[in-house]
Nanobody
Framework: QLVESGGGSVQAGGSLRLSCAAS????????MGWFRQASGKERDLIAR????????YYTDSVKGRFTISRDNADNTVYLQMSSLKPEDTAVYFC????????????WGQGTQVTVSP
């Protein structure tokens, strides 16, 4: 089970930190991704971190502004978001990808992030 928290409303230029708490003993067996889905648009992967935290990926639109990290001892993955823009407004989801698998097997319920001009 994945549970996101930390969403909310912020003005452009502000920051938010999203958290995703995972239950279960095998958290370190999963790569973790953050996705977002804006109203009327598809859900897109924006950041990913491998099982150890040693490798990360960011989509171009968030590079240099967002940072993904994880704490395997605490079964939590984070998304630090800075210099937020109105176009970052979306529902943000975390998801777990078992090492060696292509699909994300587990998803959180999502948390809303709203950035006002």
């Amino acid at each position: 089970q994945l549970v996101e928290s930390g969403g909310g409303s912020v003005q452009a230029g502000g920051s938010l930190r999203l958290s995703c708490a995972a239950s279960g003993p095998t958290f370190s067996s999963y790569a973790m991704g953050w996705f977002r889905q804006a109203s009327g648009k598809e859900r897109d992967l924006i950041a990913r971190i491998n099982w150890s935290g040693g490798s990360t990926y960011y989509t171009d639109s968030v590079k240099g502004r967002f940072t993904i990290s994880r704490d395997n001892a605490d079964n939590t993955v984070y998304l630090q978001m800075s210099s937020l823009k109105p176009e970052d407004t979306a529902v943000y989801f975390c998801a777990a990808q078992l090492v060696g698998q292509a699909d994300y097997a587990y998803w959180g319920q999502g948390t809303q992030v709203t950035v006002s001009p």
